[in-house]
């Protein structure tokens, strides 16, 4: 993902999972507030876990980037690599402050 604060990013979202979406993005800010606590306390077991559901469950909501977020920062959680963590939040929040939900028919 690029590192230009206005950019907008594209998903393309089954209808069948529409009405899902606010409790998704919910959980994903939710995601990224457990993640900075965890990365005060150190707590780097916390935060790959937290990475791994995130990378399981993006990609079946049609969110390809929060799964690479999730499998980088999963990565980096085991390498207990925080200036690596703290750029994959600010990818991430980038991402779900500028994303745009294209809704499909399958």
Do not use: P
């Amino acid at each position: 993902m690029s590192s230009d604060k206005n950019k907008r990013f594209v998903a393309r979202v089954d209808s069948a999972l529409e009405d899902l979406m606010d409790l998704f993005f919910e959980n994903r800010w939710e995601d990224v507030k457990a993640i900075e606590a965890s990365l005060r306390n150190g707590d780097y077991k916390a935060i790959s876990s937290l990475a791994h559901q995130m990378k399981g469950v993006g990609g079946s909501y049609g969110f390809e980037a929060v799964t690479s977020v999730g499998a980088q920062m999963e990565k980096a959680a085991k390498e207990s690599d925080a200036a690596e963590i703290e750029r994959l939040l600010t990818e991430l929040r980038q991402y779900l402050d500028n994303v745009e939900v294209v809704i499909f028919e399958d």
